[in-house]
């Protein structure tokens, strides 16, 4: 007989019989918990050792009432009232129950959900073993864990006033040291820090190991961020030190997160929560520190998650939502039209419309960047294939993530684009933004000579706002360096910056590359600007990112090559007219 056939034909009570005869066999206590009749099934052999008098109680709620310890019955409470819910698919849990003499029994109650035919939750199964005071702690550090966290925390809760600290800490990159030195020395490692955290420790305070190299350090009363801070800063210290007393056989840091009263909530789920949160980005913050938990800075987080979902259902829905606009690339010398940049534009069903600064990050971080990359180069490259009609020597400017060049195969793809499109390489200029990455990952410096080899063009981008080192631009063989906004606005500012810029130019120049300045917007910005000899210029006086028909309609069409005559009255100041070049 299949097996579900079997299970879906067994009622209640002949489980139970399987479980009384399990309980031949084992020291723990069996029961079956029947969330959708609220009814629990306990084998026999609990009414000899705890407060029951039968072992079948209906309403269960009632029952355990008279069953678990008076504190943590809400605990008990919550946590079903989770899988009755769906939030959780188990019951894992110490906490205290009366034994026939109404003493205290510290049980460890786990329990797994099992559904019916239709899919609800039916059952809850399980086991309940009793616990002494050892067993109740850690083996490895002999600390309490999760469970006692849980239970010590949520009688706090219940108060109306919980005065105190909660303090998170994680080793950094422990799976690094575990895969360097073995499993053992991880071990020891985790004892070493356990001692160490218990030596910094003030009376009141409460220690637990919650998961993997995780520890929380609990504290009750009137404390101080600065005292917290000064507490953290002396666990670092003491490692340190005992770090050089082993002749530093081995070196570890740690990182904190800190959550302190008023706690941002009352549940024990969503205060863990919050408190993994602050570690974590106290990791990505650079590791070795402490974080304060920040609802602002949370709700960020959450806000970039909810913006990754959305993003990834769009993308996933054949793009919805997302499309290119074009923004000119003129000539210095007479204003003509050379190329444009394809940039990429997001009206969310749910945002609306959304700057690139806000979603292209996210994607980055994702990797959502690699299929949105493809559908940007293949839009891109067909366009650019239109636009040739009009000046054969267009080139498309087309912007390329470190995170698609590291991977995926995103050079193999835009040979295809080009074939399919007809397309010359040389009518490419892929945009990378200058990095260190450009110096120190061999990847990345492989994937440049590969575009040098295709007959692509590499324009470095934002150029003034972070690497900035010439000699590589070099090494790279790039052919365009685009000057950022923020470093033409200083050179405006700045007699010092704008001789700067000039012998940038000039060095870029000096070395076979060409320059772009990006973000020109007034008549008085390139007046001056152009006196640097830049190559070609783009920005707001001359055209603002448009969907390509608009391009075509506004900048090509019946002509093909037109330049700009200046302002014209534009509402904004800022745009001028194309005319057909004298």
């Known amino acids: 007989?299949?097996?579900?056939?079997?299970?879906?034909?067994?009622?209640?009570?002949?489980?139970?019989?399987?479980?009384?005869?399990?309980?031949?066999?084992?020291d723990d206590y069996f029961f079956i918990l029947d969330i959708k009749e609220d009814s629990c099934f306990f084998c026999d052999r609990v009414l000899e050792r705890f407060h029951l008098s039968s072992d079948f109680i209906c309403p269960a709620g009632e029952g355990l009432r008279e069953l678990v310890a008076e504190e943590d019955f809400p605990l008990l409470l919550e946590d079903l009232r989770r899988i009755r819910t769906g939030e959780k698919k188990y019951?894992?849990?110490?906490?205290?129950?009366?034994?026939?003499?109404?003493?205290?029994?510290?049980?460890?109650?786990?329990?797994?959900?099992?559904?019916?035919?239709?899919?609800?939750?039916?059952?809850?199964?399980?086991?309940?073993?009793?616990?002494?005071?050892e067993e109740k702690r850690d083996r490895l550090t002999g600390l309490h864990g999760e469970s006692r966290f849980a239970l010590d925390l949520g009688r706090l809760l219940q108060k109306e006033q919980s005065i105190g600290f909660l303090l998170l800490l994680g080793v950094d990159d422990f799976k690094e040291i575990n895969e360097k030195y073995g499993i053992e020395s991880g071990n020891v490692l985790?004892?070493?820090?356990?001692?160490?955290?218990?030596?910094?420790?003030?009376?009141?305070?409460?220690?637990?190991?919650?998961?993997?190299?995780?520890?929380?350090?609990?504290?009750q009363g009137n404390v101080s961020r600065g005292q917290v801070t000064e507490l953290f800063e002396k666990i670092r210290r003491n490692i340190f030190r005992h770090i050089e007393e082993e002749?530093?056989?081995?070196?570890?840091?740690?990182?904190?997160?800190?959550?302190?009263?008023?706690?941002?909530?009352?549940?024990?789920g969503e205060l863990v929560k919050y408190l993994e949160f602050a570690l974590n980005e106290a990791k990505r913050r650079g590791k070795n520190g402490l974080v304060v938990f920040s609802r602002e800075?949370?709700?960020?987080?959450?806000?970039?998650?909810?913006?990754?979902?959305?993003?990834?259902?769009?993308?996933?829905n054949d793009y919805e939502g997302f499309s290119l606009h074009y923004q000119p690339i003129v000539d210095a010398k007479n204003y003509e039209i050379r190329g444009a940049e394809a940039l990429l534009r997001w009206e969310s069903s749910k945002y609306g419309k959304m700057p690139p600064g806000d979603f292209i990050p996210v994607m980055e971080e994702s990797g959502l960047i690699i299929p949105m990359g493809s559908y940007v180069m293949e839009e891109a490259v067909r366009c650019c294939c239109r636009?040739?009609?009009?000046?054969?020597?267009?080139?498309?400017?087309?912007?390329?993530?470190?995170?698609q060049l590291k991977k995926s195969d995103v050079l193999q793809e835009l040979r295809i684009h080009l074939g399919v499109a007809e397309v010359c390489p040389e009518n490419i200029m892929l945009e990378i933004t200058e990095s260190g990455y450009i110096e120190t990952d061999p990847a990345f410096r492989k994937a440049m000579e590969e575009i040098c080899g295709q007959k692509l063009r590499l324009a470095i981008d934002d150029?003034?706002?972070?690497?900035?080192?010439?000699?590589?631009?070099?090494?790279?063989?790039?052919?365009?360096?685009?000057?950022?906004?923020?470093?033409?606005?200083?050179?405006?500012?700045?007699?010092?910056?704008?001789?700067?810029?000039?012998?940038?130019?000039?060095?870029?120049?000096?070395?076979?590359?060409?320059?772009?300045?990006?973000?020109?917007?007034?008549?008085?910005e390139l007046v001056r600007?152009?006196?640097?000899?830049?190559?070609?210029?783009?920005?707001?006086?001359?055209?603002?990112?448009?969907?390509?028909?608009?391009?075509?309609?506004?900048?090509?069409k019946n002509s093909v090559n037109k330049a700009w005559q200046g302002p014209d009255g534009a509402e904004d100041g800022s745009q001028g007219t194309w005319g057909e070049m004298k």
Not at 202 to 208: A, C, D, I, S, V
Not at 530 to 555: A, M, W
């Open 1 to 26: 007989m299949d097996k579900k056939l079997l299970l879906s034909t067994t009622d209640n009570k002949q489980i139970m019989e399987v479980f009384q005869a399990l309980n031949q066999t084992s």
């Open 91 to 133: 019951h894992d849990m110490e906490y205290r129950w009366y034994g026939k003499d109404m003493e205290i029994i510290w049980i460890h109650c786990r329990g797994t959900v099992i559904y019916d035919g239709g899919g609800s939750i039916r059952l809850l199964v399980g086991s309940i073993s009793e616990v002494n005071g």
């Open 190 to 219: 985790l004892r070493e820090l356990a001692d160490i955290i218990r030596e910094c420790m003030q009376p009141g305070m409460q220690l637990y190991r919650l998961v993997a190299d995780e520890f929380v350090l609990f504290g």
């Open 247 to 268: 002749d530093y056989r081995s070196f570890y840091t740690v990182s904190g997160g800190l959550l302190q009263s008023p706690y941002p909530s009352g549940d024990y």
């Open 297 to 316: 800075d949370y709700d960020d987080y959450v806000g970039r998650l909810e913006i990754k979902e959305e993003l990834r259902k769009a993308i996933f």
């Open 387 to 403: 636009l040739k009609k009009f000046i054969p020597a267009f080139h498309m400017n087309i912007n390329l993530s470190y995170v």
């Open 463 to 524: 150029f003034g706002t972070g690497y900035s080192n010439l000699r590589y631009l070099k090494d790279l063989r790039a052919d365009m360096i685009k000057i950022d906004r923020s470093f033409a606005v200083k050179a405006l500012e700045s007699e010092y910056d704008y001789t700067l810029l000039g012998h940038i130019i000039e060095m870029a120049h000096s070395i076979g590359l060409q320059v772009c300045l990006e973000g020109v917007e007034t008549e008085e």
């Open 529 to 556: 600007l152009q006196r640097l000899s830049p190559d070609y210029i783009q920005g707001f006086l001359f055209g603002r990112p448009v969907p390509e028909t608009e391009f075509v309609e506004k900048y090509l």
